[in-house]
Structures are given as C-alpha cells and as structure tokens.
C-alpha cells in the first residue's frame, strides 16, 4: 500500500491560482500512473488529470488549458499547477496512485474558489 499525502488547498479569488501537491512515501518512477481526481458535494469523484510512468498526461475536457500535471521523480511528487481558477472548480481533490499493488488514494485536500 502506497502512503499519499496532499498539499496546496485553500481559498482562492475567481481567476487565481493554487498548486497542490502529492508526496508518495515509494519510488514513483516505478507507479503505473498518478492522477488527480476531485468531488464537490453531491457529485460524482472525476478524474480531473493523470500521468502515466511514461510521462503522458491526460486531462478533463473542463481544465485542459489551465491546469497542469507533473512530477519530480526525485521527491516522489506529484504536482498539479492550477490556473485561471473559476467557482466551479471548488472540490476535495484526492491524489490516486496506480502501481503493480493496486489502487491508493490520498486523504483529499479541498480547494474553494470564491469571491
């Protein structure tokens, strides 16, 4: 079982910025794929950014361009930069691991946009 642990959320104006991070207490290099997802209240768990062991990234249709996912191998983090922030990204975003064990998930960190 991989150990995740999210950083990085907050209040923030419309338009703003926060970057959240994700510290994995095992070598990421070897992970699967890790991404980000989030829940806002009485929705379903989305996924909002992954990256794969290779570098790929994949991204929702409603944050491509404003959002960006990343990683430094070296601290076992997982980053998401987060831009041109707008209300209705307000949510707990959770970090997910994919790795030849299965399946983690992070405790959630939550990100509230508003004026």
């Known amino acids: 079982q991989v150990h995740l642990v999210e950083s990085g959320g907050g209040l923030v104006q419309p338009g703003g910025s926060l970057r959240l991070s994700c510290a994995a207490s095992?070598?990421?290099?070897?992970?699967?794929?890790m991404g980000w997802y989030r829940q806002a209240p009485g929705k379903q768990r989305e996924l909002v950014a992954r990256?794969?062991?290779?570098?790929?990234?994949n991204y929702a249709d409603s944050v491509r361009g404003r959002f960006t996912i990343s990683k430094d191998i070296a601290k076992n983090t997982v980053y998401l930069q987060m831009n041109s922030l707008k209300p209705e990204d307000t949510a707990a975003y959770y970090c997910?691991?994919?790795?030849?064990?299965?399946?983690?998930w992070g405790q959630g960190t939550q990100v509230t946009v508003s004026s």
């Open positions: 997910h691991a994919a790795t030849r064990l299965g399946d983690s």
């Open positions: 990256i794969t062991s290779g570098g790929s990234k």
């Open positions: 095992g070598s990421i290099s070897s992970f699967n794929t």
